[in-house]
């Protein structure tokens, strides 16, 4: 095969390209200190990248969730005590006016009492979080509790605005991890802790009204036996929803330190796939520069031969 000068500045020419190319990639990766800058880079790597970048987007929307839930949660907590430091203020009064020690002038002072704490328990179980009831159901933006009063202004129970569908549990769900979901306690029907039937209702509603006209009446009997043991029900479904409540602030709060481990294992595998190695990187560039001015240094001979060189 015969070798002319032609084909050594070709082969010189594309041999430079090629180094000078391979010395520009480095560059880039150093000044900007990623791997790929571009798709055409590297698909399958890119491919990788971009994977890993919605994962952990996801993550963090899900991060968002958990605390959201979380600061919901704790807001429940917060409603559940009031409710039942309300309850329990309300037997106290029971419990001091079902004596024969007690007149009847002492008991309708006791009785605006109770109606003051009847508001106020009232007022607990409308919490609001973030512009959500969270005793509503999936009703979130309805107040759920009202007092209900007859034409004389007289509690007659309580009425709850949120869902009622029997087919539903009224529960708000979140999603908080991927094929993860979790219910937040948001049915307010097991507050009222209905007991009775649609055609003799018994509830926290009733029970409350019962109480209004025991101490109206003075009817001793009623506040000392069946309402004293009835408010101890009711402060005791307080309790126990408090606690269900608090599985779910536990089991949020797991899912939150495992989002954290999780993202942070998402970083590290996204920063070995997209980060360069500066020290590795700095070797390459060096190498690459080395052989660039080489080819230079290599042309200026063969592109400096003529004719006068073969007289």
């Not at 409603?79 to 329990?88: N, P």
């Not at 159901?137 to 007859?150: A, E, R």
């Amino acid at each position: 095969m015969r070798i002319t000068d032609s084909y050594m500045s070709s082969n010189f020419i594309n041999n430079l390209q090629s180094n000078l190319k391979n010395l520009s990639k480095v560059q880039n990766q150093l000044s900007s200190l990623k791997e790929v800058s571009k798709s055409s880079d590297n698909p399958m790597l890119v491919s990788e990248i971009m994977d890993l970048n919605n994962s952990i987007i996801q993550n963090e929307e899900y991060m968002s969730t958990i605390k959201d839930s979380i600061g919901f949660s704790n807001m429940q907590d917060s409603a559940y005590d009031a409710a039942t430091k309300s309850l329990s203020r309300i037997r106290t009064l029971i419990q001091q006016s079902g004596t024969d020690t007690v007149n009847n002038e002492d008991r309708l002072l006791i009785k605006a009492e109770v109606e003051a704490e009847i508001k106020t328990l009232t007022d607990a179980l409308n919490t609001n979080f973030g512009g959500k009831y969270i005793f509503s159901g999936l009703n979130t933006t309805t107040k759920p509790f009202s007092i209900q009063t007859d034409a004389n202004g007289k509690m007659t129970g309580l009425n709850y605005a949120g869902t009622t569908d029997a087919t539903s549990t009224g529960n708000l769900p979140r999603r908080i991890a991927q094929g993860v979901q979790i219910e937040l306690k948001t049915d307010g029907r097991k507050l009222l802790n209905e007991q009775g039937n649609a055609a003799q209702p018994d509830n926290l509603g009733t029970f409350l009204s019962d109480v209004i006209t025991a101490l109206e009446t003075g009817d001793v009997e009623a506040l000392s036996g069946d309402l004293l043991g009835r408010v101890d029900k009711e402060i005791d479904n307080i309790v126990t929803q408090r606690a269900e409540n608090g599985a779910v602030f536990n089991r949020l709060e797991a899912s939150k330190e495992r989002n954290t481990s999780e993202n942070l294992n998402l970083e590290s595998m996204r920063s070995d796939k997209e980060d360069i190695d500066l020290a590795e990187k700095f070797m390459e560039y060096t190498m690459e520069k080395t052989a660039y001015e080489a080819s230079l240094a290599m042309g200026t001979k063969i592109l400096s031969t003529s004719i006068l060189d073969y007289l």
